[in-house]
């Protein structure tokens, strides 16, 4: 029997792709499947290109033919080859600018090789399906959708997610004015400056909360007090205690340039938020298309927010459905199908 192989070079579990791993392995656990991580020996300090390049030579000098590689992470050698960190020729597109750096010419180049030679490959949404078959013409049947999956709370874990979110309420002097939350590190792809001329726009009285790193948090501050709402809007960093402030939210608002699907989503979702983003980001496939944003300067949607915010009735309906949405992404379900396309491919 060949043995499982599971690939992604960084170790931590601070991005979307390692938390999902930390959560796959503990569903592959729980079936009794074994399994190896493969992760990125090659050292920090060099230029990310060469260390994508290197991480690919390192991964495939690791095969041989006791073993099968499922990756996340863009090698050139994987057997079944999970997208989820989109397909990075489309977000040039989009982006813009010089393509002929270092780490564009490295991710487009074993993206283009990891495509043609894996067995299967298993988009995170339907938009990155369509992302790979655009950009590299890859045989649709080639191609498994499957979304990512979170672990679904039980009761005891949602009223401590409220009283958590009691505790936040009344620690950042909030009142009792509805909040409004992003979640993410990164804002400029995320659409931090559009979520802020949104707010801007809004006739509703609202806190805007945002979570997450960002290196150039100055200069975002300085374009809330330009829309004079620096009063109302609160930078908080990365925090621990994400769900409290989930709880906490009435309406999550993620107005990404481009995300291949957004744990963020599921997970608000979840949280029973009222959830608006982008056409650009693969969990908006979850969503109703009143809720969806053209692009991240679609400054309508903040009509939309505004009905939320006042009225009720609309709100806790959104909220709900929501909530009964999330319920059918668990984990568990996603290692499941997961590991269906695995065993069918690679013959367990």
Not at 32 to 44: A, F, N, Q, R, V
Not at 87 to 99: A, E, Q
Not at 246 to 273: D, K, Q, W
Not at 320 to 332: H, Q, T
Request: aromatic residues 10%; hydrophobic residues 45%.
């Amino acid at each position: 029997m060949l043995r499982l192989t599971i690939v992604r070079a960084n170790k931590r579990a601070f991005g979307g792709a390692e938390i999902y791993l930390e959560r796959l392995c503990e569903e592959l656990g729980k079936n009794g499947i074994e399994y190896d991580i493969l992760h990125s020996t090659i050292p920090k300090w060099i230029l990310s290109g060469l260390r994508a390049w290197l991480f690919d030579v390192q991964v495939c000098l690791a095969r041989d033919s006791s073993r099968f590689f499922f990756s996340l992470d863009r090698v050139s050698c994987a057997d079944v080859l999970r997208v989820g960190d989109g397909v990075h020729r489309h977000y040039m597109r989009i982006k813009g600018g010089f393509p002929y750096t270092l780490l564009n010419l490295a991710y487009t180049h074993i993206e283009a090789r990891g495509f043609a030679h894996a067995k299967h490959l298993i988009a995170i949404s339907e938009m990155v399906k369509r992302n790979i078959i655009d950009c590299y013409g890859v045989a649709p049947e080639k191609i498994s959708v499957v979304y990512n999956g979170i672990p679904l709370h039980s009761e005891e874990e949602q009223e401590a997610h409220s009283a958590s979110a009691e505790r936040l309420r009344a620690e950042l002097c909030l009142g009792e004015l509805p909040v409004i939350l992003y979640v993410g590190s990164g804002y400029k792809r995320k659409g931090v400056h559009e979520l802020l001329d949104v707010f801007a726009r809004l006739q509703s009285r609202a806190w805007l909360l945002i979570l997450g790193k960002e290196r150039h948090l100055d200069a975002y501050k300085a374009h809330a007090k330009r829309l004079q709402i620096e009063e109302r809007v609160r930078f908080l960093g990365a925090r621990s205690d994400v769900w409290g402030f989930y709880a906490l939210a009435s309406v999550f608002v993620f107005p990404t340039h481009y995300e291949p699907f957004g744990n963020v989503i599921l997970e608000a979702m979840h949280s029973r938020c009222a959830v608006i983003t982008t056409r650009q980001c693969g969990g908006g496939e979850l969503l109703a298309p009143r809720w969806l944003m053209q692009n991240p300067t679609d400054y309508a949607i903040a009509r939309e927010i505004d009905a939320l915010l006042s009225d009720s009735a609309l709100l806790r309906r959104v909220q709900e459905e929501n909530y009964a949405r999330s319920l059918e992404f668990g984990i568990d379900k996603n290692a499941a199908q997961t590991m269906e396309i695995i065993a069918r491919i690679c013959k367990i």
